[in-house]
């Protein structure tokens, strides 16, 4: 079999030169060889066991496209905002570009939560996300995604890092620093290009995926009657040839599981339970779906192969998703569109700060009691004015100045 046609094969193609089974079978060392060679090109990482992991069969994995979508729709969703400090008050700074490509429009084809899942979901999974900055009259007025399979890292002499970009048609560029917005994963081995979940979790996603076939193989091939017959003496030809008849008609595949087959000639039934192997196959998928949950942080519970149910501890479970899943990826966020979009003398006085209250709200009746003990009342400090918590819930500022005292204070509004 040429090398060619073992690629193809290796990629999921069809060969147009038939094969017999036994040429198949020797050829089959050849494409695991092949795999090695076509993850070295970029088709994905190559695991242990000879299989090759790439984003398309990663992706496959219920449980690891749960916790990535999660992740990266949850990024997606939250608001963005360049804030400004001015003495001791923060505030939104609505009047600079970086604010109105965060919040607006980050490029002409996608709208801010679809620029922020794409650049999410690529750091998640490749490790690095790269965005060109668009320059304008005034600083930059957009920022244009990169497929980061096209881009390579380089540190310069001058001890800077400049990337180099390749696209699949058209002369290559070197951007310096200053022209991409560059989030990377937390994880990395030179400081500079950061290693993906595909490559972190190359052996659990290849395990997972062993263990998905061969329960695939299993369903499809395999037998499922309800018990075994027994015969103390020889069957005659005749029901020999009715019984096979009736176990390859009727009994093969999944949708026959469980049927029972008739009797011939006095047979006994004696009937099967569940096998210790078929048990110690589930037993390695759901440990698989495990394995998934501690690469990404994400709570089992998210992942929804837990079946207790939380009640009110789902609001325990949106903190924990925050504080050790989400916050890190923040850090890495803000600090990657300050350096972008904001210059040095604006870094001084403005910054870029999500907001993750959207995911840490809660029910109404917690909302309340919250926003309550925030306004305070007649012997108690609230640290809220009634317009910060009318924003708290996207309602209008009151009229005149009536928001801009406590709520105890306000004629009318008395507890007494």
């Known amino acids: 079999m040429s090398f060619f046609s073992r690629v193809v094969a290796a990629l999921g193609g069809v060969s147009g030169d038939p094969q017999s089974p036994q040429a ?23 695991s242990r066991n000879g299989r090759v992991i790439n984003e398309r069969s990663a992706m496959s994995n219920a449980t690891f496209n749960r916790a990535v979508t999660l992740i990266s729709s949850s990024i997606g969703m939250l608001p963005l905002n360049v804030m400004r400090r001015i003495g001791e008050r923060k505030e939104k700074a609505e009047e600079l570009r970086a604010y109105r490509i965060l919040k607006l429009k980050p490029n002409k084809v996608q709208t801010p939560f679809q620029f922020k899942s794409y650049m999410q979901g690529r750091a998640l999974l490749k490790g690095n996300a790269f965005a060109q900055v668009i320059p304008g009259v005034g600083g930059a007025q957009a920022l244009w995604p990169l497929n980061p399979d096209l881009v390579t890292i380089e540190v310069t002499d001058s001890l800077d890092v400049q990337y180099r970009y390749q696209p699949k048609q058209g002369s290559q560029r070197v951007f310096s620093s200053s022209e991409i917005m560059h989030l990377r994963s937390p994880w990395t081995q030179d400081g500079f290009s950061g290693e993906g979940l595909l490559k972190q979790a190359v052996e659990t996603l290849s395990l997972a995926d062993l263990t998905d076939q061969s329960a695939a193989r299993l369903l ?8 075994v017959l027994e015969h103390e003496g020889n069957l005659s030809e005749e029901a020999i040839s009715r019984l096979r008849a009736q176990f390859e008609e009727k009994f093969s595949g999944v949708e026959n599981q469980g049927k029972w087959i008739i009797t011939e000639e006095g047979l006994k039934a004696k009937p099967m339970g569940f096998s210790g192997r078929d048990a ?47 916050l890190p990826w923040f850090n890495a966020w803000e600090e990657a ?80």
């Open 337 to 416: 569109v300050a350096k972008a979009l904001l210059t040095e003398r604006e870094q001084k006085t403005h910054y870029v700060k999500f907001n993750e209250g959207a995911l840490l709200r809660g029910s109404l009746k917690d909302q309340a009691d919250f926003l309550s003990k925030a306004l305070g009342g007649p012997g108690q400090g609230g640290f809220m004015l009634p317009d910060e918590a009318r924003e708290k819930m996207d309602m209008n500022p009151l009229p005149e100045r009536r928001g801009q005292q406590p709520a105890w204070m306000i004629e009318g509004t008395s507890n007494e």
């Open 220 to 227: 499809e091939n395999g037998a499922y009657v309800g018990g």
């Open 280 to 326: 110690e196959g589930l037993g390695q998928r759901r440990y698989q779906a495990e394995e998934m949950s501690r690469f990404t942080g994400v709570p089992r519970p998210l992942l929804s192969f837990d079946e207790t149910s939380w009640g009110s501890g789902v609001e325990q479970l949106g903190l924990f998703f925050v504080m050790y899943c989400l």
């Open 24 to 46: 198949a079978a020797s050829s089959q060392s050849d494409v695991y060889g092949d795999l090695a060679l076509l993850a070295a090109l970029g088709q994905g990482f190559s």
